[in-house]
């Protein structure tokens, strides 16, 4: 097992964003909320043969879910709880923030926390913003998380996309203060390569770009800087045989583009590195910014 040089390896925070194949925010177009229920679920089957790799390897994960999975497959939400891993929110219906209105976002997370804590009758006091859509132009979501009372927040990705990006956030885990107090920032991981900061832990940087980029990416950051690093993924990116759906070329290549070998990596993931749930790794606890 790899990790920091120099002492005990450093854990890591492992997180799954429980959401479907067709709610993806690069769908939108094709795939309108109203026609969900009549695509093929696939998110019980996927987030089961996740489930069982992290028992495989004795790995707690924080579970991002989506409010509206959760309405419709209480037990799946149980059955992660009941494994001993963190629930956290990812919203209810999967909107970009920066495409809301303040009230129409504390709708959303107010409903998917509430659903959230009747089904796993705990306090959820993590949320992660669909595509990571915290960015300037949104961080106005932060008040709104406080105020709905959630205690860190995993939204923030520290560099250039053409969809999301704080490009000179902070890169580890940090306090912000706003107005409505103190939130528990825990931004996507990333390493600084000539002033610039690069992805290096999940989702289609994990499966499109090669697996020694990402251990290496990890081991800079455990043994460089000491600090764990956040890494991310989804149910549906081990799923090479879901339906297909007509999207352009780039949506194509970073939607499709490595399914087949995502699951060999994450296990190969899995024995290279020490993983838990966020509220293991940085101690989060329910009063931690009160």
């Given at each position: 097992m790899s990790g920091a040089a120099g002492g005990s390896p450093i854990v890591n925070a492992m997180t799954v964003d429980v959401e479907d194949y067709f709610q993806v925010?690069?769908?939108?177009?094709?795939?309108?909320?109203?026609?969900?229920?009549g695509y093929e679920a696939r998110v019980v089957a996927n987030t089961n043969r996740l489930l069982d790799a992290f028992a495989s390897a004795g790995v707690r994960a924080t579970f991002f879910v989506l409010g509206w999975v959760a309405e419709r497959s209480p037990q799946l939400i149980r059955q992660?709880?009941?494994?001993?891993?963190?629930?956290?929110?990812h919203g209810h219906n999967h909107q970009l923030i920066y495409s809301l209105t303040p009230r129409q976002f504390r709708d959303d997370?107010?409903?998917?926390?509430?659903?959230?804590?009747?089904?796993?009758?705990?306090?959820?006091?993590?949320?992660r913003a669909p595509s990571y859509s915290v960015t300037?132009?949104?961080l106005w979501a932060l008040d709104v998380?406080?105020?709905?009372?959630?205690?860190?927040?995993?939204?923030?990705?520290?560099?250039?996309?053409?969809?999301?990006?704080?490009?000179?956030?902070?890169?580890?885990?940090?306090?912000?203060?706003?107005?409505?107090?103190?939130?528990?920032?825990v931004p996507a991981s990333t390493v600084r390569v000539?002033?610039?900061?690069?992805?290096?832990?999940?989702?289609?940087?994990?499966?499109?770009?090669?697996?020694?980029?990402?251990?290496?990416?990890?081991?800079?950051v455990n043994g460089v800087e000491r600090r764990p690093v956040v890494f991310y993924m989804h149910p549906w990116?081990?799923?090479?045989?879901?339906?297909?759906?007509?999207?352009?070329?780039?949506?194509?290549?970073r939607h499709y583009g490595g399914l087949g070998r995502t699951e060999r990596r994450l296990q190969r993931l899995l024995a290279d590195f020490r993983f838990d749930s966020i509220e293991m790794t940085l101690a989060v606890r329910p009063d931690v910014a009160a």
């Open positions: 925010s690069a769908f939108d177009r094709v795939v309108s909320r109203a026609a969900w229920a992660i709880a009941a494994a001993g891993h963190e629930i956290a929110s997370v107010r409903e998917a926390k509430w659903t959230l804590e009747q089904i796993v009758g705990r306090p959820v006091v993590g949320f300037r132009s949104s998380l406080l105020e709905e009372g959630y205690q860190y927040d995993a939204s923030i990705f520290p560099v250039h996309h053409d969809r999301y990006g704080i490009p000179d956030a902070e890169r580890h885990p940090h306090i912000i203060r706003r107005a409505a107090g103190a939130l528990l920032e000539g002033g610039v900061n690069l992805p290096i832990a999940g989702g289609g940087y994990f499966r499109l770009l090669p697996y020694w980029w990402t251990r290496w990416g990890i081991r800079r990116e081990i799923d090479a045989e879901q339906p297909r759906l007509p999207v352009g070329r780039a949506t194509r290549l």
